[in-house]
């Protein structure tokens, strides 16, 4: 589990990035960050792994205050997948993923057959190993960026905006396969995008920020869709546009909340309040607390 407490960062010319935010980040889902641009989505992101220490406030990880921990020895523990998957140009494929073991000590011939696992779990063909990135397609470079965020074998994968420079087809297919993996791998995902669709298609737990870095609401796909907390999260899921006339799809074996259009709004899944039945016919969730504090929806213990 990730705690933020009260947590300020000021850049030194003054810009306040995140103002006072508070989340607890459970272990073993996907929590996605989502607002637009410049409202301190990444700055979170990169407090995490001490890539940017706060202003004031605490974050601790499984109940460790962060700012005690060495950051070299934090980030072993924990994957980076950048914007437009960050590869280094000069390196092939495999050491592009072994970059970080193999700074890390990990003899380059070890880093490079787990490089090959890595392609496997990605759904990367393994004969584009010896390829450099230019040689690869948008979709294809994404999935590099993945498997190194993975190659140090973190708990915690910290994903920002990693889908964002692909075509929408090629898109769908890297969020199912996010969707496959998590299931597989068990991290703690804390993902940033812009996307509110992608956002609720992938999260367990969405926190919606307003354009000044506020969080406007926190919650799953199905307390956010049914009880928007105000006007700004209705107009940002579209509940006011009228198109959002969500009913139930079967995809790949999960019931996603689809609108009128097809687009995937969620997933469904098991509550102990049993808001994820109410989700589908659109009537408001009762007896709860929209901006609370949201419980994991998913069953297992925290890590
Ligand atoms: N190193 C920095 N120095 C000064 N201001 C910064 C720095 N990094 C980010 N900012 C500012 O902090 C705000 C939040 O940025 P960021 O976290 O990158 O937002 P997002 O990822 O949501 O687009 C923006 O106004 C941005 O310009
Ligand atoms: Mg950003």
């Known amino acids: 589990m990730i705690e933020f407490r009260s947590v300020t960062k000021r850049f030194p010319d003054g810009t306040v990035a995140v103002r006072d935010f508070s989340l607890v980040i459970p272990s073993r889902r996907i929590t996605v960050l989502v607002g637009s641009s410049g409202s301190g989505k990444t700055t979170i992101l990169r407090m995490i792994n001490r890539m940017v220490d706060p202003t004031s406030g605490t974050i601790e990880i499984d109940g460790d205050d962060i700012a005690g ?43 490079r057959a787990r490089a090959l696992e890595l392609m496997d779990t990605v759904g990367l ?9 230019s040689q690869l397609s948008g979709g294809q470079q994404q999935r590099v960026g993945v498997a190194r965020g993975l190659a140090v074998d973190p708990n915690i994968l910290l994903m920002d905006e990693p889908f964002g420079a692909v075509d929408p087809l090629v898109r769908a297919e890297l969020q199912r396969e996010l969707l496959r993996l998590q299931r597989d791998l068990d991290k703690t995902v804390v993902f940033v995008t812009h996307d509110i669709d992608e956002a609720l ?30 006007e700004f999260v209705a ?24 609108d009128s259009e097809g687009r995937a709004a969620g997933v469904l899944v098991p509550d102990d ?31």
């Open 235 to 258: 107009r940002f899921v579209g509940a006011d546009r009228g198109k959002r006339a969500l009913h139930v799809r079967e995809q790949n074996g999960r019931p996603v909340v689809v």
């Open 201 to 230: 298609l992938l999260g367990d737990q969405i926190v919606i920020f307003t354009t000044g870095g506020i969080v406007a609401q926190a919650g799953t796909p199905q307390e956010i869709l049914a009880a928007p907390a105000d």
């Open 69 to 111: 921990i060495e950051p070299v020895g934090l980030r072993r523990g924990i994957g980076y997948v950048m914007q437009n998957a960050g590869l280094l140009p000069h390196r092939r494929v495999a050491d592009n993923i072994a970059t970080v073991p193999v700074l890390r000590g990990v003899r380059r011939k070890d880093a």
């Open 125 to 133: 063909d393994r004969s584009l190993a010896e390829r450099y990135p």
């Open 273 to 303: 309040a049993g808001l994820g039945a109410r989700a589908g016919d659109g009537s408001p969730a009762d007896g709860s607390a929209p901006g609370g504090r949201p419980e994991p929806a998913r069953d297992g213990g925290a890590r």
